[in-house]
């Protein structure tokens, strides 16, 4: 079965800290994509990012990087020196193909609160 | 301009009411899709729609019935809605609906059936 799990409901840290957002997920294709997604507070999701189930290359852009681990199954997120605009529920996504199409299959999310 | 739009914003209705919510994407994508997201729920894909055409129905129940005239409107009509239908809809629209491509999010609609 395909599932996405992001343990952590919330999380509130104080401005400048660091803070992982965990992502685990479970495939059984050998072809997949991970993503993450922000929801800040107006609502629209916001993509972030997309790895393929080939390229475990760690990614940085700016405050942000994510970590691809395919022996833990994992793919979480960290955010440097946080900032209160980086509120927001962060979403965990993985897509394939299953035997009726393409799939998307989102985490629960995992609200992070910036406190100034 | 937003790349996808949703309207209205929020709507309340009761069980017997019917009513539409409507999502426009000016990005021109060939992909829709309708997501539910309740709370402390993963999103759950409803429909997608490729090249207006649906491909995937994922055992939503007929009291939400979508309706795709072009590829850069969606539709969802619901009908005798139940309260546990309460929710964010949110919209979302890519270049495919290949499983490697982002999707591109509306605000949502914030539906409350009373």
């Known amino acids: 079965a395909q599932k996405v799990t992001q343990a952590q409901t919330e999380i509130s840290v104080v401005e400048k800290e660091d803070v992982t957002l965990d992502c685990v997920y479970e495939?059984?294709?050998?072809?997949?994509?991970l993503f993450w997604y922000k929801q800040p507070p107006s609502g629209e999701l916001v993509f972030l990012i997309r790895?393929?189930?080939?390229?475990?290359q760690n990614e940085i852009s700016g405050r942000y990087s994510w970590n691809f681990q395919k022996s833990t199954s994992s793919f979480n997120f960290t955010i440097t020196a946080s900032q209160v605009v980086d509120s927001a529920v962060y979403f965990c996504?993985?897509?394939?193909?299953?035997?009726?199409?393409?799939?998307?299959?989102f985490g629960t999310g995992t609200s992070l609160t910036v406190i100034p | 301009e937003t790349g996808v739009t949703q309207t209205p914003r929020h709507l309340v209705m009761g069980m017997t009411n019917k009513k539409s919510l409507k999502c426009e994407q000016h990005?021109?994508?060939?992909?829709m899709y309708w997501y539910k997201q309740s709370a402390k729920k993963p999103l759950e894909l409803m429909f997608v729609?490729?090249?207006?055409?649906?491909?995937e129905n994922n055992s939503v129940p007929s009291r939400f019935s979508p309706e795709c005239p072009n590829s850069s409107h969606l539709f969802l009509h619901l009908h005798t809605l139940q309260p546990e239908d309460s929710a964010l809809y949110l919209c979302?629209?890519?270049?495919?609906?290949?499983?490697?491509?982002?999707?591109?999010f509306g605000p949502g609609t914030r539906l409350t059936v009373l």
């Open positions: 979302a629209s890519s270049l495919d609906s290949s499983s490697y491509n982002e999707q591109f």
């Open positions: 495939t059984r294709d050998t072809t997949y994509y």
């Open positions: 790895r393929n189930s080939f390229d475990e």
């Open positions: 996504a993985l897509s394939g193909v299953t035997n009726t199409g393409n799939q998307f299959y």
């Open positions: 990005l021109g994508h060939n992909a």
């Open positions: 729609y490729s090249l207006e055409e649906r491909v």
